[in-house]
């Protein structure tokens, strides 16, 4: 049991493990550990999953997606086939190691092996589907593995389109699909699928064998269905390397983040064009955004969850690329209350020189901040905040700031650029290289109702301008070594010369 | 003190009372000497509630542009269609047929039928007529939940069901798509037709309890008397 728990951890941290049902069967529970069981659920699970097990804790409601009703008996990762209950090891797999992209954390650290044990079958307790079952559930087989292969992965993407994935998961997989905003879960709940290129949310991990049991069992409490009527072994396994073949990164691991968004110096025009190959060169940063949580209206579920970003500068400008994942292009025209997408990126007016920087949620009274900020209406705008309920934009003759962006198969591409120095410092940053300028980003989906205040962002990460070595660099050292050398060789000598006199 | 006959009395009587819990569990099918039976016509009481018209967003080229709605249909008269009558308090009666196959299918982008009425063990076959994927999603409890993807490929799935139970059913990728699948433990079941009738024959003569479902209106009980060799007429009005 230690050892596999420590390979379970092991395998979370490496991504290499599955999560398989063949593990040995939890041994059979007695009274004193449904109760014990019930001691740890209301001491640790409660508060999100309600006292009697219903999901409605007082915590559900800041929670999305929404903590579990376990009345159903429907768990939503399990290695079991599709319509039956998980099994024992399922349940004790999701406590351990929780579930990623949702407020349900790994209990591995937190509740000791046996606690987490005597949890399942006081969790059976809560739902007459597990009572019924006359018999333990029939786990999946995995079949044998079919490796990726271009050829294997060419299939998969022909199967994508041909069993229809895109219907809901968006053509480039984004979650953008014709079908997803209509969505809801087993309890009518709205409900997003994945996003394929984020393998580090997928709920139930991101091995391949992983990816297979989902495919085969679907999900259940949610609209994913079993495809293991129409997809055989080798066909699972295409899907599978095709949707592995989308990742940033092969292992599934999020993006790493950098405290520091570094901009090259480059020389000659910097593209306005978000689609232009010369953004393809150049490092990408990546920042996760979390919901505006400290001033009503406070929003604990943002619906974007990262942004992308890209910079550079020339002797002119500075530009930054920013993209991010939004399945749903708002319409603000539409009438329903919607209001347009849009990224800003915030940065200090002046350039702090000692640690006292505005405070990061768009400025407070004594410093300011400048806004550089783009919409999918409005276009580029530039904007001084002294608190988030004191934002003005700047007159429109003051604007130096352009942007051009681009809405495609469920993300958002956009660049924007801005002179490096402008003839106005009281209301805009002078960008300077070889500092560190705070910087912070926000980002905003205007379907789900996010304006002004109510969005996803970052607090203060630094932006830092490469300098350009100066070319005397090269060349004092240069003329050093050549004299210095050149002494030596003239000193050598004359001792030499002395020598051989004597 | 325990004597040897309270004991046997007492396992007796347990076994007894035992036996007659069990027994009024469990439908028992089998010949029905004497035949009565129920009809009616289910009516909608006062003014016929607004319906939303259903969006048919994608795929309009095997959906077509618009779709009916279903959940509620009703004749010139008020007559409900497709209400659910069936006898809810009723242990014998002729037998359930359970090699009957009911087929559902999904034509055009609509489940055909709408209301289902499934034995419990019987086969149901469901039938994917498009060109189309689509899901077959039941929400369920007392029955293991289906959730199953159907595309243009996979022509039949089938399936049987274990539990009486009103399963609400749908297509989670054309979001318009619903039917209800009503699994029946005695053949006692009904759906009205478009003049809202029904009848159920072949019933034992005595006092039952009826239940009237339609998914929009709600449900009703009534109790009705069946006398041999007659047709107890029940008219039911339902109200929103």
């Known amino acids: 049991m230690l050892f596999w728990s420590v390979s379970v951890g092991w395998a979370q941290e490496q991504g290499a493990a599955p999560r398989d049902g063949g593990a040995p069967s939890l041994p059979a529970a007695s009274p004193q550990d449904i109760e014990a069981g019930k001691r740890t659920y209301q001491k640790w699970c409660m508060n999100c999953h309600g006292e009697e097990g219903d999901g409605a804790g007082p915590a559900a409601d800041f929670l999305h997606p929404r903590p579990r009703d376990f009345r159903q008996g429907l768990f939503k990762v399990r290695t079991t086939k599709s319509g039956q209950i998980p099994s024992d090891q399922d349940l004790f797999n999701v406590i351990t190691i929780g579930m990623p992209g949702t407020g349900m954390p790994g209990w591995e650290h937190t509740l000791t092996e046996v606690e987490r044990r005597q949890l399942v079958p006081y969790l059976k307790t809560l739902s007459r589907r597990f009572a019924r079952a006359t018999a333990p559930p029939e786990p999946l087989k995995i079949g044998v593995r079919v490796p990726s292969s271009a050829d294997s992965v060419e299939q998969g993407k022909r199967l994508f389109r041909e069993i229809e994935c895109f219907k809901c ?70 899907v599978v390397n095709y949707v592995m073949s989308l990742w940033p990164d092969p292992n599934g691991h999020a993006p790493p983040l950098q405290v520091a968004l570094k901009a090259r110096r480059v020389e000659g025009e910097i593209p306005a064009q978000p689609g232009d190959a010369f953004w393809q060169k150049q490092d990408t940063f990546f920042y996760p955004l979390v919901g505006q949580v400290i001033l009503e209206p406070r929003l604990f579920t943002p619906s974007v969850d990262g942004v992308q970003v890209q910079a550079v500068y020339n002797d002119r400008e500075v530009a930054w690329r920013l993209v991010w994942d939004d399945p749903t292009k708002s319409m603000p025209d539409s009438g329903q209350g919607e209001f347009e997408d849009a990224v800003a990126v915030e940065f200090p007016v002046q350039i702090p020189t000692g640690a006292k920087r505005p405070f990061f949620l768009m400025g407070d009274a004594e410093l300011a901040v400048q806004l550089l900020r783009w919409g999918s209406s409005s276009g580029m705008t530039e904007l001084n905040g002294n608190g988030v309920n004191k934002v003005r934009p700047q007159a429109a003759s003051s604007d130096q700031a352009s942007a051009v962006g681009e809405f495609k198969d469920g993300q958002y591409q956009v660049v924007i650029k801005r002179p490096l120095r402008t003839l106005t410092p009281d209301r805009d940053i002078q960008f300077e290289p070889g500092r560190f300028i705070p910087v912070a980003f926000f980002v905003w989906d205007g379907s789900k109702g996010e304006t002004g205040g109510k969005m996803a962002l970052t607090s203060w990460y630094y932006f830092f301008m490469e300098p350009t070595l100066p070319k005397t660099t090269y060349v004092y050292p240069a003329v050093a070594v050549v004299v210095a050398g050149g002494f030596q060789w003239w000193a050598i000598r004359r001792l030499r010369q002395r020598k051989m006199d004597t | 003190m325990v004597t040897r006959v309270g004991m046997i009395m007492v396992w007796g009587v347990g076994c007894l009372v035992g036996g007659l819990v069990v027994s009024s569990l469990a439908y028992q099918g089998g010949p029905v000497a004497e035949k009565g039976a129920i009809s009616g016509v289910v009516k909608l009481a006062g003014p016929p509630p607004a319906l939303k018209p259903l969006q048919v967003n994608k795929d309009q080229a095997t959906c077509g542009k618009t779709q009916p709605v279903e959940a509620l249909l009703l004749g010139s008269d008020k007559s409900v269609k497709n209400a659910v009558v069936r006898l809810t308090n009723i242990s014998k009666g002729k037998a359930l047929d359970t090699a009957a196959k009911a087929v559902l299918d999904q034509v055009k982008c609509r489940f055909v039928p709408h209301v289902n009425i499934v034995p419990v063990g019987a086969t149901m076959e469901i039938k994917n007529s498009d060109p189309i994927t689509h899901n077959i999603h039941t929400f369920s409890i007392d029955n293991d939940p289906i959730n199953k993807a159907q595309p243009k490929t996979l022509p039949v799935i089938s399936t049987k069901f274990t539990a009486p139970e009103i399963i609400k059913t749908q297509c989670d990728i054309h979001k318009w798509m619903s039917t209800w699948i009503i699994v029946a433990d005695h053949p006692y079941h009904a759906i009205t037709d478009g003049k809202g009738e029904f009848k159920l024959t072949d019933v034992p003569p005595g006092n039952y309890q009826m239940e009237i479902w339609h998914e929009n209106l709600g449900k009703v009980t009534k109790e009705v008397t069946v006398k041999a060799n007659s047709d107890t007429a029940v008219p039911v009005e339902l109200k929103k």
């Open chain 1, 169 to 238: 998961h968006g053509d480039d997989g984004r979650g953008d699909g014709p079908s997803a905003p209509e969505l809801t879960d087993d309890w009518g709940a709205p409900i997003r699928p994945a996003n394929l290129r984020k393998p580090w949310t997928f709920r139930g991990g991101h091995t391949a064998e992983d990816l297979y049991v989902r495919l085969q069992s679907g999900i259940a409490g949610t609209p994913m269905p079993s495809f293991a009527d129409s997809l055989d072994n080798e066909k699972t396994w295409h």
